[in-house]
């Protein structure tokens, strides 16, 4: 089992910065993939950035490539998404996913999931 804490949303301009945070604790000593998905009010929840277990491969939807960067810190048991140039349409809540094996954008893939963290982006 593992589990996975997000933090760091908040509100933010459109053109701001925020760093989202994830703690996982539990199993952490295995080779999980560990990703970012959000989910707008009333959409399905999307794919939004991977990152592998040693982090020397990173995967990104386009709506946020170039902007939102991924990394891992597996002596710490952390994975952040630093988000900048935010858009409004980036507002959703944002958890942070656990997987063993190999990369996939299909939410139904991961094992592990977060509570979330709310992020608004004012226009």
Request: hydrophobic fraction near 30%.
């Amino acid at each position: 089992q593992v589990q996975l804490v997000e933090s760091g949303g908040g509100l933010v301009q459109a053109g701001g910065s925020l760093r989202l945070s994830c703690a996982a604790s539990g199993r952490t000593s295995s080779n999980y993939f560990m990703a970012w998905f959000r989910q707008a009010p009333g959409k399905e929840r999307e794919f939004v950035s991977a990152i592998s277990w040693g982090g020397g491969s990173t995967y990104y939807t386009d709506l946020v490539k170039g902007r939102f960067t991924i990394s891992r810190d597996n002596a710490k048991n952390m994975v952040y998404l630093q988000m900048n140039s935010l858009k409004p349409e980036d507002t959703a809540v944002y958890y942070c996913a656990a997987r063993g094996g190999y990369y996939s954008d299909y939410t139904r893939s991961y094992d592990y999931w977060g509570q979330g963290t709310q992020v608004t982006v004012s226009s």
